[in-house]
C-alpha cells in the first residue's frame, strides 16, 4: 500500500489542523493506520492509531486534543489536532500495517508502509 500524508503547516499556539493520509493500492480497510512524529533532534515517537474496527488508541500526551478517524471509503485516515502547542511542532508521519497486536501498535518498527511525512509548525 502506499500513503500519501498532508494537511500540515504553520499554525499560532492554540490553533487546529487535520491531518490526511491516503492510501492507495491495496484493500485499505484492512489496515491498522498510525500517526507517528519527529521533531528535530528527538525519536520518533507514537501519536495514535486506529485498527480496522474503527477502534482508537492514543499516546497518553495527546488524549482530548487529538482525534484520529478513518472514511474507508475514501482510503483515508484523519488526525485533527486542537488546542496545538508549540511542542507539537514536527513532521507528522503515518504508517499501515495489517498485522499489528496490541502490545506492538505503539512501536514504529511493527509497520511496513510508511508515508512521506507532513510538516506541522506550531508557532508561540
Known amino acids: 500500500v502506499q500513503l500519501q500524508a498532508s494537511g500540515g503547516g504553520l499554525v499560532q499556539a492554540g490553533g487546529s489542523l487535520r491531518l490526511s493520509c491516503t492510501a492507495s493500492g491495496r484493500t485499505f480497510r484492512n489496515y491498522v493506520v498510525a500517526w507517528f512524529r519527529q521533531a528535530p533532534g528527538k525519536e520518533r515517537e507514537f501519536v495514535a492509531t486506529i485498527r480496522q474496527s474503527g477502534a482508537t488508541y492514543y499516546a497518553d500526551s495527546k488524549k482530548g486534543r487529538f482525534t484520529i478517524s478513518r472514511d474507508n471509503a475514501k482510503s483515508t485516515v484523519y488526525l485533527q489536532m486542537n488546542s496545538l502547542k508549540p511542542e507539537d511542532t514536527a513532521v507528522y508521519y503515518c504508517?499501515?500495517?495489517?498485522?499489528?497486536?496490541?502490545?506492538?501498535?505503539?512501536?514504529?518498527?511493527?509497520?511496513?508502509?510508511w508515508g512521506q511525512g507532513t510538516l506541522v509548525t506550531v508557532s508561540s
Open positions: 504508517a499501515a500495517d495489517q498485522s499489528i497486536i496490541s502490545t506492538t501498535m505503539t512501536w514504529s518498527r511493527a509497520y511496513d508502509y
